[in-house]
């Protein structure tokens, strides 16, 4: 009965000349869509794949380059090859029915190989609105009285994990476990994942020092807030004295390239007192990290959540929380470990605790675990770590910010005209590429709101529809019914390539999973299709995007660095609420004003057409 549905369904697209999208709920939490359903990703077909894959590479190559990869394409095809290695990929999704989804698998598995940096490369990162903390009687200018309130909420949901006392499939309970007690190693070739089991502390970064004390007590029973905070106060009070001492802690090394990190970290791990300490830091429940700094703009926020100076972070560990003196709160967090799609959905739950019950609390916590982390460090580690910082210098020297605000689209305005919030960002962010350097972008998009269990979507690309559609709109200055049509049109098609990937069914994880069987079986012997001029112009991200769901305005912000080292490479994170639409823009080694007015010219024009 569902394969005669959905047959029915595609003649009906078909006859009509529309692909339909179902509607996404809008008041309903991502994390609640996620939870309900139990949809499995398939993979799709190497024909079907391809053709997808050509329809989004037209746009991007010269004819010559295109002809040519559709002809090694073909070959591909119809040599065998492809089945073959689509057999055994068809094989290992049997094998591993507990991996729902293979696209986040497969994207893990690429991120874990990456030998470059984390911080800012990687790591994406998130600015909770403080208002959500105000609505449960915390003052959201308060940097303790936020940090303890999150901290216990983090502590509550990771006890109803641990208990089963939360009514999620074992996938679910997967995934959302990875926020806690886990953390990136750095290993030769191909980083690992580690989570301690029965860890109990909290890790907190302040003045350059580390500091540990139990969060949860050995009934698993998690502190009051009063004594939270007044732990933190410790902190505070602490960490002035020893600021002066001017003690290195290895922190600054997790900056590093992943193979050097690696070697320091083995050589760290030769000393009892530093592999402890390490310890404590990689296996803790949580990491906070309590900052000094006061965030009066949009660029203070960016540069202060996706790298600030490096030696108050630990940007191994799957999420940190920050905290700012002046309350502002979010997290940076490490995609392998917790991709975006789950990291919207613990920020949903942290803002709802009636959806989850509450840990018992203790009042009277007299805690002997209360301790400054120390490290034994030679001459030679102690260069490294300032080493280290004169590369992070010289690195987010180079990264220019910025943050763009439209009033245009909003919830309301998106629902009156009939177009999805993400589809209209990237069409303005596309526009703003495009009327800068007169070419179309290699785009790229990770979007927390997958509908499929396991989290992340796949790579949203550009296909030659949504091209085609949008070419219309530079034929004339002046608004035209064609140009409104070509608007519409390329929206619809976008929600049609995010529906898509959604499902799996993009370019990246199939192609990345084939690459993956072709690497195993013929002792790396690429064929031209995955090592030509044409893979490599798609898989150079000019635009890397991140939309967050903002269903109930837990977020002021989101956002992630350029994933391509050059001039015309940004990373864009976008945020909608009931007042508009805040982008957070970062980009190397050149001024960012220009896209930054790129863009408003790109939402006057679309916001001409629409009205």
């Known amino acids: 009965q569902m394969v005669i549905a959905s047959v029915v369904r595609c003649a009906r697209s078909a006859v009509s000349g529309l692909h339909k999208v179902p509607k996404t709920p809008w008041v309903v939490p991502c994390w609640q869509r996620a939870f309900s359903t139990n949809l499995i990703q398939e993979v799709p077909s190497t024909t079907d794949t391809f053709d997808f894959y050509l329809r989004c590479l037209s746009p991007l190559v010269t004819p010559s380059i295109y002809r040519q990869s559709s002809d090694e394409i073909a070959e591909f095809l119809s040599s065998g090859e492809a089945d073959k290695l689509q057999k055994r990929l068809e094989l290992w999704r049997k094998e591993h029915p507990e991996i729902r989804n293979y696209a986040s698998h497969f994207r893990k598995m690429q991120l874990l190989h990456r030998r470059k940096r984390t911080v800012i490369n990687q ?170 700094s006061l965030l009066k703009t949009a660029g203070d926020q960016m540069t202060e959540f996706i790298h600030t100076y490096g030696d108050n972070r630990w940007f191994d560990k799957s999420i940190q929380l920050i905290v700012c003196s002046d309350g502002v709160a979010g997290f940076n967090y490490e995609a392998a470990c917790c ?104 785009h790229y998009s990770s979007t927390p709101t997958s509908h499929y269990q396991g989290g992340r979507s796949d790579g949203i690309r550009l296909s030659s529809e949504v091209v085609d559609a949008l070419e219309v709109i530079f034929e004339k200055e002046s608004a035209t019914d064609a140009q409104r049509e070509g608007l519409r049109e390329a929206t619809r098609r976008m929600e049609v390539d995010f529906h898509r990937g959604e499902r799996g069914r993009g370019v990246d994880s199939h192609l990345l999973a084939l690459r993956a069987m072709v690497l195993e079986d013929n002792n790396g012997q690429l064929p031209l299709v995955f090592k030509n001029r044409a893979f490599h112009r798609i898989n150079t991200t000019d635009m890397h995007t991140l939309w967050w769901n903002n269903d109930h305005e837990d977020v002021l912000a989101c956002g992630v660095g350029p994933r391509t080292d050059g001039w015309s490479g940004y990373g864009l994170g976008a945020v909608v609420s009931a007042d508009g639409c805040r982008m957070d823009v970062t980009k190397y080694d050149a001024s960012i004003d220009a896209y930054m007015h790129n863009l408003q010219r790109s939402a006057d024009l679309i916001e001409a057409l629409l009205k």
């Open 123 to 292: 790591n994406a990162y998130v600015v909770m609105n403080p208002e959500r903390v105000r609505s449960f009687g915390v003052d959201p200018t308060n940097q303790v009285q936020v940090a303890a309130w999150y901290l216990q909420r983090l502590a509550s949901i990771h006890l109803a994990l641990k208990k089963g006392q939360l009514d999620l499939a074992n996938i679910e309970t997967l995934y959302f476990n990875r926020f806690f007690s886990t953390c990136r190693i750095p290993s030769p070739v191909v980083d690992s994942i580690q989570q301690i089991e029965g860890a109990r502390n909290v890790v907190v970064l302040r003045n350059n020092q580390i500091y540990s004390f139990n969060l949860i007590d050995e009934q698993d029973q998690v502190m009051s807030i009063p004594v939270i905070e007044g732990f933190l106060e410790r902190v505070l009070k602490a960490s002035l004295e020893h600021h002066a001492l001017l003690e290195d802690t290895p922190s600054m090394l997790t900056t590093k390239d992943r193979d050097f990190w690696y070697n320091d970290r083995k050589e760290l791990m030769q000393n009892p007192a530093n592999a402890e300490s390490l310890h404590k830091v990689e296996g803790s429940v949580v990491t906070l990290c309590l900052e000094d």
């Open 339 to 442: 991709d975006d799609y789950w990291t919207a959905g613990m920020v949903a739950a942290l803002h709802q605790p009636d959806n989850y019950p509450t840990a018992p609390e203790v009042t009277n916590f007299a805690d002997p675990a209360f301790e400054l982390l120390s490290w034994d460090m030679d001459k030679a580690m102690r260069r490294e770590i300032t080493r280290a910082q004169v590369d992070l210098d010289a690195l987010t020297s180079r990264l220019s910010v910025a943050s763009f605000h439209t009033h245009l689209i909003t919830p309301a305005f998106c629902q009156q005209h009939g177009v999805a919030p993400r589809s209209l960002i990237h069409l303005l962010q596309t526009l703003a590429y495009r009327m800068q350097y007169r070419k179309w972008p290699s």
